[in-house]
Each structure stands twice: as C-alpha cells, then as structure tokens.
C-alpha cells in the first residue's frame, strides 16, 4: 500500500504538502463547519425516516386513512420523504455556496499561489499568509 511519503516522491519535491493542509486550522474549521450542518440534517432525516417506517408497520390503521380519493395518508407521507429530501438537497446546495466554498476556495488559492511546493503551502497556511489572500 503506497503511503503519503511515497505518492509525494512519486509526483516530485514541487507538490503540496497535503497532510500540512489537512492539519491546518483554516481546514480543520472547513470540515467542521460541513460536519456541523450535516451531521444534524442527517440524524433528522433518519430520524423522519424512521417514523415513516414505524407507521408502515405498526400503525397500519393510521396510514390506511383516505386522505381524498384513492390518497392515503401513508401515501402522502411517502411522497414526503422525497420531498424533505429536495428540500435537503436545496439547503445543502445553499449553505455550500455561502459558507463552504469561500472557504474551500481561499484554501485552493494558497495551495495554487505557493507554487506547488510543499514548504511552501505549509507556510502559506499561516494566519498572516491567509489575511493576504482574503
């Protein structure tokens, strides 16, 4: 299995040091801020999930319920779970384009403004470096 050591030889001495921006506080807070909206979006979406599923089996009587027509109540929840996900969709697409992409955005431009070199990027992601690429 190649490790990182061997896959920076294999691409040469001009390559960023990935590891540094990984550890490096700008990227750190970066996946925080993902990993806060989706951890929560998702446990509520499983969690809705969840009852819709409850109901299918123990609530037969509950779900049965004609709604108009032919429509049951177990129906319409149904078509909701693909509504909530669209909708999740939507906020997630919005809360990236907001929050997420300034960010990941001015880490890509130290990494492409260091030139590639690895003690380079490393230095690029000090806080002083990053003010100048705001």
Wanted: glycine letters at 8%; a neutral charge.
């Amino acid at each position: 299995m190649a490790t990182y050591a061997d896959n920076a030889e294999a691409v040469g001495s001009g390559a960023p040091d990935f590891m540094a921006v990984q550890n490096s506080p700008e990227f750190q807070d970066l996946k925080r801020k993902q990993r806060r909206f989706v951890f929560p979006v998702a446990a509520g979406f499983l969690a809705w999930y969840g009852l819709y599923m409850y109901l299918a089996a123990y609530a037969h009587d509950f779900m049965s319920i004609r709604v108009f027509g032919n429509i049951t109540s177990g129906l319409l929840f149904g078509l909701l779970q693909f509504v909530s996900t669209f909708i999740i969709t939507l906020v997630y697409v919005s809360y990236a384009n907001r929050v997420l992409d300034p960010a990941a955005e001015k880490l890509r431009n130290v990494l492409e403004s260091s030139g590639g070199s690895s003690t380079a990027a490393g230095s690029a992601l000090s806080p002083q470096h990053l003010g100048e690429h705001s």
